[in-house]
């Protein structure tokens, strides 16, 4: 009895394993970036904002919503149309394939945004800024040189994809400069079965290369 007892005691005192935070489960703090998700920490520029991370975190969401209920297409072909209606009128018949095919849901997380003056979205166009995300490999893009890769062929190059050490890891690099004028400078690194991404966009060649003095802070736990 009392060898029950203490099992039972032991059982009431025991806690659960906390759970894995989320892949975009991220924070900034003053000046300083942390990804509980990846476990990494990187200084933003002194004085910059960053997107609220209510906000960006609905907005990953948000895209996830979208590839799971795709929004009704006015513009459906007739013959498809035209299938719907008959499945509704007869029930019983067979039109078309029995399980529709879902769309796969995309596993990229936007990690931070961050300029200036703040931005209002993850998709803002403000320069300079600042981008960080996770991308989910998949078997067109599985390393980093793949991605910095897709990044050449979108602008003219201003450094070819080349590979660099940076707190420990090895990261692949690229620079571009988009029609129109910005500058784009794109870090990316693995982690597990994700890319990690640090893009830097900016007006100016200088000013580019100002705002990447700070990928010297990036650490990884």
Same mark, same amino acid.
């Given at each position: 009895?009392?060898?029950?007892?203490?099992?039972?005691?032991?059982? =009431?005192?025991?806690?659960?394993?906390?759970?894995?935070?989320?892949?975009?489960?991220?924070?900034?703090?003053?000046?300083?970036?942390? $990804?509980?998700?990846?476990?990494?920490?990187?200084?933003?520029?002194?004085?910059?904002?960053?997107?609220?991370?209510?906000?960006?975190?609905?907005?990953?969401?948000?895209?996830?919503?979208?590839?799971?209920?795709?929004?009704?297409?006015?513009?459906?072909?007739?013959?498809?149309?035209?299938?719907?209606?008959?499945?509704?009128?007869?029930?019983?018949? =067979?039109?078309?394939?029995?399980?529709?095919?879902?769309?796969?849901?995309?596993?990229?997380?936007?990690?931070?945004?961050? $300029?200036?003056?703040?931005?209002?979205?993850?998709?803002?166009?403000?320069?300079?800024? &600042?981008? &960080?995300?996770?991308?989910?490999?998949?078997?067109?893009?599985?390393?980093? @040189?793949?991605?910095?890769?897709?990044?050449?062929?979108?602008?003219?190059?201003?450094?070819?994809?080349?590979?660099?050490?940076?707190?420990?890891?090895?990261?692949? @690099?690229?620079?571009?400069?988009?029609?129109?004028?910005?500058?784009?400078?794109?870090?990316?690194?693995?982690?597990?079965?994700?890319?990690?991404?640090?893009?830097?966009?900016?007006?100016?060649?200088?000013?580019?290369?100002?705002?990447?003095?700070?990928? @010297? $802070?990036?650490?990884?736990?």
């Amino acid at each position: 009895m009392v060898f029950a007892m203490s099992l039972f005691a032991a059982a =009431i005192g025991a806690e659960e394993p906390a759970a894995a935070p989320a892949p975009d489960a991220a924070v900034v703090k003053g000046d300083e970036f942390e $990804s509980m998700g990846f476990k990494f920490h990187y200084q933003l520029p002194r004085g910059w904002k960053a997107l609220d991370d209510a906000k960006r975190v609905a907005a990953n969401q948000q895209l996830r919503d979208e590839y799971a209920h795709p929004v009704y297409n006015p513009s459906m072909p007739a013959s498809k149309k035209q299938s719907q209606v008959q499945k509704k009128s007869d029930p019983t018949a =067979i039109v078309g394939p029995k399980r529709p095919i879902a769309p796969g849901i995309p596993n990229n997380f936007s990690l931070m945004v961050a $300029s200036p003056n703040g931005v209002d979205s993850v998709d803002s166009a403000v320069l300079p800024r &600042i981008n &960080i995300w996770a991308n989910r490999r998949i078997p067109a893009i599985d390393n980093p @040189r793949d991605r910095a890769r897709v990044l050449e062929s979108l602008g003219n190059v201003v450094l070819p994809t080349t590979l660099v050490s940076l707190a420990g890891r090895e990261f692949a @690099r690229v620079e571009v400069l988009h029609a129109g004028g910005p500058y784009h400078s794109l870090w990316v690194t693995s982690a597990g079965d994700y890319l990690i991404g640090f893009e830097v966009r900016s007006a100016s060649d200088s000013e580019l290369q100002a705002l990447l003095e700070t990928m @010297r $802070s990036v650490r990884f736990e």
